[in-house]
């Protein structure tokens, strides 16, 4: 069992950064692959961003490509979501999830364990 706890989340507005994290409560994190998805009102959950646990390599979904960046440190049990230059479209519920496979997945329910969830509404 893996339990993931996200915080960061807030009201910002259009153009500012907010700093996601996830923090899991097993050392094993670092054999999971990790995500980020979010869920808008009436919208289905989407992918936003992965890392995986060999080589760290990352995948984004088109539109956070070079505003958005994941990382992890598994010292710290810790998956973060740096955001950049927000958009009002990016107001979402956003959750943490974990794999336990080395793999770039981004369908949600190709993922084992799931955060709360966190919220960030952007406004104008």
């Known amino acids: 069992q893996l339990q993931l706890v996200e915080s960061g989340g807030g009201l910002v507005q259009a153009g500012a950064s907010l700093r996601l994290s996830c923090v899991a409560s097993?050392?094993?994190?670092?054999?999971?692959?990790m995500a980020w998805f979010r869920q808008a009102p009436g919208k289905e959950r989407e992918f936003v961003a992965s890392?995986?646990?060999?080589?760290?390599?990352?995948d984004y979904v088109d539109s956070v490509k070079g505003r958005f960046t994941i990382s992890r440190d598994n010292a710290k049990n810790t998956v973060y979501l740096q955001m950049h230059s927000l958009k009002l479209e990016d107001t979402a519920s956003y959750y943490c999830?974990?794999?336990?496979?080395?793999?770039?997945?981004?369908?949600?329910?190709?993922?084992?364990?799931w955060g709360q969830g966190t919220q960030v509404t952007v406004s104008s």
């Open positions: 097993s050392s094993t994190f670092r054999r999971y692959t």
């Open positions: 999830a974990a794999v336990s496979r080395d793999i770039a997945v981004h369908t949600a329910t190709n993922y084992d364990y």
């Open positions: 890392i995986r646990w060999v080589g760290g390599s990352t």
